[in-house]
């Protein structure tokens, strides 16, 4: 299949099973490769679009994630629900680059999302995509921003909305999952506990499960970030990217986007960043893996960490964050909470953005991959920060 004319809106052209290669189409619900128990992703006519468009076309349209809608799922303008995701500050951080001795210091502020955090790109995506395919009822299992994200679109698609939220999930993300007239579920456990919740009520009760990966189109609105920052960096990426990890979807996106840039003949060079994925030591399944070298996680027991969106026992798509971490040349980082906390104090302090938990992360894990030598001072690094602080105050006063 070749697309010709540049007024198609989207130039996907169906999905493939991450593990076996099983093709899918695009045009059906879609979850996950029945065989594999791995995840769909999603192709593109990119040899066309590189002879339509060219990455002018894109950069000069009005802001905001769906300026890339040729590279996303969603084939009707009219099925694009929005609350204005996407196009986040990257923002230069002098005064803590000069406390690090890194001159090219950087964070992505995902905490300018709609809901306070970066889990907007990808629901706002999913949720597109499910109106697109006749969804009407979406459930999720979640410990935190993911629920409220998806009881946000998922009013402003007029779809019905359940959350299986753990009973420990912040304040903030079960209160505005109510206000947007979800229905919330408060189970005792983590979020593996609520997934075996929400998959028996998909199964049962006809609702489509948005769980990470299991769910194809997350990962697509995710890996914009991706473009943002090659933009940004007018086409060169940067060294190091340090990503607080959970599901993984972020780290996966900006993986493919990058390869995606790359086929369409978007960047300058062919050098890609070296993927460094932050986990907290109450639950770092993936940096256990990372150093082990194998090829997927063991579910990890116990998960303890205040950073929420960290407590992921073992990903769905653990077998492509490590793929995409030893393609990459990169590395994972386990810092402790204690640490979590410091370093958000710090980067209020000096450069006043109140992160959230996860992504004070990546500033904590920054000591240690200075000590190991594993970044040099002249190259340029992206930290993440994923979310709002203002989303966990209750969380962080419980344990301080
Ligand atoms: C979900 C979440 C994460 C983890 O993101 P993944 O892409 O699933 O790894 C990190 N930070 C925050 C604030 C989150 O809500
Ligand atoms: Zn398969």
């Known amino acids: 299949m070749s697309i010709r004319s540049s007024r198609v809106y989207s130039y996907i052209t169906n999905l493939t099973c991450a593990d076996c290669g ?8 879609n979850t996950y490769c029945p065989d594999c128990q791995a995840p769909l992703m999603t192709n593109y006519d990119l040899q066309s679009l590189r002879q339509n468009l060219r990455r002018e076309d894109f950069t000069k349209r009005h802001w905001g994630m769906w300026r890339w809608h040729e590279l996303l799922p969603v084939q009707s303008p009219a ?4 609350l204005g995701e996407g196009d986040t500050p990257l923002l230069y951080l002098p005064r803590l680059g000069e406390k690090y001795g890194l001159p090219h210091l950087f964070i992505k502020d995902e905490s300018t999302n709609p809901t306070g955090s970066f889990k907007a790109r990808g629901i706002a995506v999913a949720i597109s995509k499910a109106k697109e395919l006749d969804v009407r009822k979406v459930i999720i299992p979640t410990v935190g921003n993911a629920g409220g994200a998806m009881a946000a679109y998922a009013a402003r698609a007029g779809l019905k909305a359940h959350i299986i939220m753990s009973k420990d999930t912040p304040i903030a993300n079960i209160e505005e999952s109510r206000m947007a007239g979800a229905e919330v579920n408060l189970v005792d456990g983590l979020i593996s506990e609520a997934a075996g919740i929400a998959g028996e009520k998909a199964r049962a009760e006809g609702w489509f499960d948005l769980s990470t990966f299991k769910e194809p189109y997350r990962v697509e609105g995710k890996k914009i970030i991706g473009y943002e920052l090659a933009q940004f960096f007018s086409w060169v990426l940067p060294d190091v990217i340090v990503y607080p990890t959970g599901g993984g979807t972020g780290l996966v996106g900006m993986w493919k986007a990058f390869a995606e840039m790359d086929a369409l003949g978007w960047l300058e060079n062919s ?3 070296r993927m460094v994925a932050v986990q ?4 770092a399944p993936v940096v256990k893996a990372f150093e082990i070298g194998e090829a997927f996680c063991d579910f990890w027991l116990n998960a303890r960490t205040i ?6 026992p073992k990903s769905f798509a653990d077998h492509l964050i490590l793929r995409a971490l030893n393609e990459s040349n990169g590395t994972a980082v386990a810092v402790s909470d204690e640490s979590i906390l410091a370093a958000q104090h710090q980067l209020a302090e000096t450069e006043g953005i109140f992160a959230a938990p996860e992504g004070a992360a990546t500033i904590a894990a920054l000591d240690q991959l200075i000590q190991q030598k594993w970044i040099r001072p002249n190259e340029t690094i992206v930290l993440f920060n994923t979310g709002s602080g203002l989303k966990y105050l209750n969380a962080s006063i419980r344990t301080t």
Not at 79 to 82: E, K, L, S, W
Not at 280 to 283: E, F, I, L
């Open 22 to 29: 099983r093709i899918f189409s695009a045009s059906e619900v």
């Open 79 to 82: 099925n694009c629900v929005t």
């Open 271 to 273: 050098r890609r960043p």
């Open 280 to 283: 907290s030591d109450g639950c």
């Open 307 to 312: 950073a929420t969106g960290l407590r992921v």
